[in-house]
């Protein structure tokens, strides 16, 4: 294991903004990841996991203590109560593992297609879209318990998973390394069409697409709105979608439209747990001032993209969170929500 040191951090994360890593090491085994985590002990580091980096935002101060790069490979295969079970490497990277499993005729992930990352960094936040979310097909996750350097098991019913939540970006945060989260898929599974813009595209054509039109799709869309990361792609250099859709308590909800109606406009709405509402974050920005397309110097609201917020060349991650300071003043005056970030801020002095 190689211990580099001072090295930048942008180029390794997708928004590209950020300083250095005092230390950084890239982890290929489960060996050279205890090895990692002694060496932070030993010398008194603070730890940062670090996989794809495409949800993070790094400090312009960079991480003065070290960053583990998370590269553990490799797939295995078994079954279990007539599911295929993958153990998949926390650094494999995520969209192969979905091609895999799409051309092995299981729906499971299918709708998940396109999303940039690790597979060790999807059970972090439930990665979802288009109505779906790792949850559902994660089984368990392999970490080691950086409290007393114990590999364990976690059933996915241990890791509390619900909208971009789960224990590993809540109350067990930093506790856990991910090395590998187990998938369990079935072919008896189909995928859930609900989301308007699938649902169109196949209602018009009038049949059940087969899973590789439905990744397709799934592309075509996410093409469209630059959330697949492309080289030459200037929208794509984000985190994806910055804030989370807050999810309004029936008091907050009804603030919303009261403050909504006054603009002569009506928030759009889904059900969500509890008597609650999910409401778009991305109506929110829009209506509080922050059109696609907006520009800032070198940040701005992507062009495909309402809920993106991109580095257009150049930025620096103080001008990165300026920006979001400004947005979450506005939605909040405007319509008294406070919203909530979905990436991981690193090396800045409150988290
Ligand atoms: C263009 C674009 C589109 C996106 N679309 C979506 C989307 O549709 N849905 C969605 O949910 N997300 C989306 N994202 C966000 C992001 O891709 C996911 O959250 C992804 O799962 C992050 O994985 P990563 O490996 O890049 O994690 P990183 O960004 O490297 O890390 C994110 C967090 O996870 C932790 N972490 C990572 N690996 C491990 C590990 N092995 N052990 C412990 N902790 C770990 C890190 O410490 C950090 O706290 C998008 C991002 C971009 C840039």
Redesign the pocket.
């Known amino acids: 294991m190689q211990i580099e040191e001072n090295v930048p951090l942008a180029p390794l ?3 590209g903004v950020g300083g250095n890593a005092r230390y950084l090491v890239e982890v290929r085994s489960e060996p050279e990841a205890h090895e990692a985590l002694s060496l932070a002990s030993e010398r008194n580091l603070p730890l ?9 935002v790094i400090g312009d101060r960079g991480f003065a203590g070290l960053a583990l790069k ?1 590269s ?1 490979r490799g797939v295995e295969e078994g079954w279990e109560n007539g599911h295929r079970l993958f153990w998949v490497g ?2 494999e990277p ?1 969209d192969p593992f979905v091609v895999r499993t799409v051309v092995d005729g299981l729906a499971g992930l299918v709708l ?1 297609s ?9 059970p ?7 109505g779906a979310e790792v949850a559902r097909s994660i089984r368990a996750v392999r ?1 080691i318990d950086r409290r007393d350097g114990r590999v364990v098991e976690i059933p996915a019913a241990a890791c509390s998973f619900s909208y ?1 939540r789960s224990i ?2 809540t109350e067990e ?1 930093g506790r ?4 590998a989260v187990c998938y369990s898929l079935s072919k008896e599974e189909n995928p859930e069409l609900g989301y308007p813009d699938l649902l169109s595209v196949f209602s018009r054509k009038g049949n059940r697409p087969s899973l590789p039109e439905l990744r397709e799709e799934v592309l075509r869309i ?1 093409r469209s709105k ?4 492309m080289a030459d792609e200037e929208d ?1 250099r ?4 910055f804030f989370k859709n807050p999810v309004l308590d029936p008091t907050a909800f009804v603030e919303l439209r009261r403050r909504a109606e006054r603009l002569g406009l009506t928030p759009p709405s889904y059900p969500a747990d509890d008597g609650k509402q999910k409401v778009p974050a991305a109506w929110l920005l829009e209506n509080a001032g922050f059109p696609k397309g907006l520009r800032r110097g070198s940040v701005g609201i992507s062009r495909r993209h309402a809920l ?1 917020i991109v580095n257009r060349g150049g930025a620096t991650a103080a001008e990165i969170v300026a920006f979001m300071e400004e947005i979450k003043g506005a939605v909040e005056a405007t319509f008294a929500i406070r919203l909530k970030p ?3 801020f ?1 090396g800045f002095d409150t988290p």
Do not use: C, D
Request: net charge positive; hydrophobic share 50%; no cysteine.
């Open positions: 994360t997708t928004l940062f996991i670090l996989g794809g980096g495409s949800n993070v998370m553990i926390a650094g995520w998940l396109g999303i940039p990352g690790t597979v060790g960094g999807t972090i936040q439930n990665v979802g879209a288009y970490a971009r590993f970006n945060k856990y390394l991910v090395l996410r630059a959330m697949v990361v794509s984000s985190v994806g979608s993106a979905e990436p991981v690193v």
